[in-house]
C-alpha cells in the first residue's frame, strides 16, 4: 500500500512561511536602501561644497545667515536641500519596492504594507515636531541628533513588519544620533554616516541576502 503522507516539518515550515509573507512586508529592497545612501552622500557633498563652503561654520553662524548676503539664506539652501533628499530617497523607494513585488508577483499594497508604514510614520511625524521645536528655540547643533535619533525609533518601530536589518539599521541610527549630541560640532559627518554610509552597507546587505540570486535568475 502507497504510503502518501508527508513530512510534517516540511508541512509546519511552510505554515510558516505563508504567515511571514502575510505578516511582513517583504517588497523592500535593498536597493532602495542603496539608492536613499547615494542620495544622502549627494546632499551631503552639496551641503559642504556649495552651501557651507567655508569648512567650517557654526550651527548658529549659517543657521542665522550671518555675513550672507545672499537673497536666500543657508538656512533655506540647507533645508531645500534636505527636502530634496527626503523626496529622491522615497521616490527611490518606491520604485524599487514595487519593482521586487512586480518580479515577485505579489502585491505591493497589502495590510502589512500599511502597518509598516503606519509604525514608521508615527515616530517620524513626532520627530519632526520636535524638530522644529528645536530649531524655533535655537538649539540648532540638536537638530542632527534628533534627526538620527527619531529615525532609528521609527526603524525599529517598523521593523518587526519588515526584514530584521531594519531594525538594527534603526539601532546604529540611535547610537550615532546619541554621538551626534555629544560632539556637536561634526553633525554634518554624522548625518552623513547615518542617513548615507549606514543606508548603503545595510542596503547592500538585503540585497545580496535576498535578491541578488533572484535577480540572476532572472
Known amino acids: 500500500m502507497k504510503n502518501n503522507s508527508t513530512n510534517p516539518g516540511d508541512d509546519l515550515q511552510a505554515i510558516r512561511d505563508i504567515m511571514e509573507r ?13 539608492f536613499a545612501g547615494a542620495c544622502a552622500l549627494a546632499g551631503a557633498a552639496i551641503a559642504w561644497l556649495f552651501i557651507l563652503d567655508s569648512g567650517n561654520i557654526r550651527y548658529d553662524e549659517y543657521w542665522h545667515s550671518a555675513g550672507v548676503t545672499h537673497s536666500f539664506s543657508m538656512r533655506n539652501y540647507l533645508i531645500l536641500d534636505a527636502l530634496l533628499v527626503l523626496a529622491a530617497a522615497l521616490l527611490g523607494a518606491a520604485y524599487f519596492s514595487r519593482r521586487k513585488a512586480m518580479k515577485a508577483g505579489t502585491n505591493l499594497w497589502t495590510v502589512s504594507t500599511k502597518r509598516l508604514i503606519l509604525h514608521l510614520t508615527i515616530p517620524l511625524f513626532t520627530g519632526g515636531i520636535f524638530i522644529l521645536i528645536l530649531a524655533y528655540r535655537g538649539n540648532i547643533e540638536l537638530v542632527v541628533p534628533a534627526m538620527l535619533i527619531f529615525y532609528g525609533l521609527a526603524l525599529v518601530n517598523a521593523g518587526k513588519f519588515t526584514f530584521g536589518e531594519i531594525h538594527y539599521l534603526g539601532l546604529t541610527q540611535i547610537g550615532l544620533g546619541i554621538l551626534a549630541a555629544i560632539f556637536t560640532g561634526y553633525g554634518l559627518i554624522f548625518w552623513t554616516a547615518g542617513f548615507g554610509l549606514m543606508h548603503i552597507i545595510y542596503g547592500a546587505v538585503m ?12
Not at 502575510?22 to 542603496?34: M, P, V
Not at 540585497?207 to 532572472?218: A, G, Q, S
Open 207 to 218: 540585497y545580496l541576502r535576498y535578491e541578488r540570486v533572484e535577480d540572476i535568475e532572472t
Open 22 to 34: 502575510s505578516s511582513r512586508f517583504l517588497s523592500l529592497s535593498g536597493l532602495s536602501g542603496i
